[in-house]
């Protein structure tokens, strides 16, 4: 991607998520859908957005091969991108002092190792955790924080 692409879809991104943190997840994962669920619980400032991979935000904004893969959760925060364990690791330096800790404690693992276990459970999270047949729908109170 050229760099006045990614600067444009950098700038897209923070208009359309109002500069907040935007979580991508897969819609239809189980394990995904807990995450969101765990975030948006310790979340108490209400900072991030959330979109599902399956969805036109994911498609605008990220490349085709996150959307085509779906087996990693992706989350952009201040125009940049990340994926897999580190995904992890930066939402949550955003959850608050306990979950920050947890952010670092995990940081010091080398990222290969990191990956790695994210991978393997990626591979079985249907398997583990269901498959449902639509994304997660927000409920009322939560549709300010989706995008589509």
Known sequence: MSTAVQNQAENELQSVAG?????FFDG???????????VMARDTQA?????????E???????EADIVNLDSMAVAIN???YRRSSAVVRILWQLGPLWRFCGWALWLIPLPLRDLGYKLVAKWRY?????HETC????PEERERFLD
């Open 127 to 131: 398997r583990l955790f269901g498959k």
């Open 79 to 81: 125009g940049s991108i």
């Open 136 to 139: 997660r729908l927000p409920t």
């Open 57 to 63: 935000t994911a498609r605008a904004m990220l490349p």
């Open 47 to 55: 900072t991030f957005r959330f979109a599902p991979l399956q969805g």
């Open 28 to 38: 239809v994962c189980g394990l995904c859908s807990h995450a969101v669920d765990f």
């Open 19 to 23: 500069g907040h943190p935007v979580l």
